[in-house]
Antibody, heavy 120, light 110 residues
């Protein structure tokens, strides 16, 4: 049973950097079978794919966020992270981390989600 | 990257069948069989219902089925039940190695 848990500040000031961590239990962050994903959902709105990272460290990000997004992995601690800089109120959302299986659209494990509010 | 196009809402009566469409382009749905569908109830995390166009994860009712034709994917729910009332999102891989969601469809069971 794979378990993911997001952690990080629930409140970030405009223009600052949003930083979240996703701890992974029950699966290796280093496995080539897995892709590690960030998805967000603004209040009352739809899902938005933020980006993902491969075990090799290769990252792919939503083009609309690309210049502001950084995703990384820590294989020693088995977690991956999201940094989103220069945030505005539009970045207020529930942020989910998830695992996607390689070579598939199968996202079989999700974190519970964490609400990040951008406000001064 | 443009969002996939879904109808804002669909409705049906218990026992009926409904289909939700998801239209993309030849750069996403039309060229890849990496399409998935999610169900989301208010305040809950999304739940995967269909992946790789037609596959159902373990534990998902066989009343849910997926298909694709050209640039459009579809989710069909047969034998509609009140608990199926939720938001539904499609998701597809794209040619620039990213993923894109649809805008979401609110299903109302009358």
């Amino acid at each position: 049973q794979v378990q993911l848990r997001e952690s990080g500040p629930g409140l970030v000031k405009p223009s600052e950097t949003l930083s979240l961590t996703c701890s992974v239990a029950g699966a290796s962050i280093s496995s080539s079978d897995n892709r590690w994903v960030w998805i967000r959902q603004p209040p009352g709105k739809g899902l938005e794919w933020v980006g993902n990272i491969y075990y090799s460290g290769n990252t792919f990000s939503n083009p609309s966020l690309k210049s502001r997004v950084a995703i990384s992995v820590d294989t020693s601690q088995n977690y991956f992270s999201l940094n989103l800089n220069s945030v505005t109120a539009a970045d207020t959302a529930v942020y989910y981390c998830a695992r996607r299986r390689a070579g598939s659209a199968l996202i079989d494990s999700w974190g519970q989600g964490t609400l990040v509010t951008v406000s001064s | 990257q443009s969002a996939l196009t879904q109808p804002a809402s669909v409705s049906g009566s218990p026992g009926q069948s409904i289909t939700i469409s998801c239209t993309g382009t030849s750069s996403d749905i039309g060229n890849y069989n990496f399409v998935s569908w999610y169900q989301q109830h208010p305040g809950k995390a999304p739940k995967l219902m269909i992946y790789d166009v037609t596959k159902r994860p373990s534990g998902v009712s066989n009343r849910f089925s997926g298909s694709k034709s050209g640039n459009t994917a579809s989710l069909t729910i047969s034998g509609l039940q009140t608990e199926d009332e939720a938001d539904y999102y499609c998701n597809s891989y794209t040619s620039d190695s990213t993923w894109v969601f649809g805008g979401g469809t609110k299903l109302t069971v009358l």
